[in-house]
């Protein structure tokens, strides 16, 4: 939400959107159709679907990191 606020989309966009609950479901609704485009997280699982192709990403520096705290 706040990359693409960032880039003062969502109000265009936060109406049309299907939310997933991981990266992998949201990938899944791409894959089978049920969403023509997906906001990918991490590289390496769109990567490793065929039938996704990555046509492009948010610019570098323009968001907040994502950080993954450990216990």
Do not use: C, H, T
Not at 33 to 60: H, M, N, T
């Amino acid at each position: 939400m706040k990359a693409l606020a960032n880039l003062g989309v969502w109000d265009e966009v936060s109406a049309r959107l299907v939310r997933a609950d991981s990266v992998r479901f949201g990938l899944a609704f791409v894959d089978r159709g049920e969403a023509a485009l997906g906001i990918r997280v991490r590289q390496p699982i769109a990567s490793s679907d065929k039938k996704v192709r990555v046509v492009d990403a948010f610019p570098a520096g323009r968001n907040m990191p994502i950080v993954y705290p450990a216990a």
